[in-house]
């Protein structure tokens, strides 16, 4: 079992940016892919990027690409997602994720607030 952490989130204005990180609580040997998600109030859950556990693979939702990027450095064991250019309607509660490959995830964060005010 595998606990995710999530920090970073909070208010800010539209057009800001915000840094999102996502580390491991207690240690682990494991090598996952990781993701972040959203889930706006009312909708479903969304996928929004990923990353392989070496980092050369990375896949994003074409609704953030070129926004937002997401990365990795092992060595801390965190992944961080970099929302540039923030909108009103990328207000949600953001979740990472963990998992075998980047297109599956087994474990989920509790996920941290992302208000942008307009």
């Known amino acids: 079992q595998v606990q995710l952490v999530e920090s970073g989130g909070g208010l800010v204005q539209a057009g800001d940016s915000l840094r999102l990180s996502c580390a491991p609580s207690g240690r682990t040997s494991s090598s996952y892919a990781m993701g972040w998600f959203r889930q706006a109030l009312g909708k479903e859950r969304e996928f929004l990027a990923a990353?392989?556990?070496?980092?050369?693979?990375?896949r994003y939702a074409n609704s953030v690409k070129g926004r937002f990027t997401i990365s990795r450095e092992n060595a801390k064991n965190t992944v961080y997602l970099q929302m540039n250019s923030l909108k009103f309607e990328d207000t949600a509660v953001y979740y990472c994720?963990?998992?075998?490959?980047?297109?599956?995830?087994?474990?989920w964060g509790q996920g941290t607030q992302v208000t942008v005010s307009s």
């Open positions: 994720a963990a998992g075998g490959s980047i297109t599956r995830f087994d474990y």
């Open positions: 990353i392989s556990w070496s980092g050369d693979t990375l």
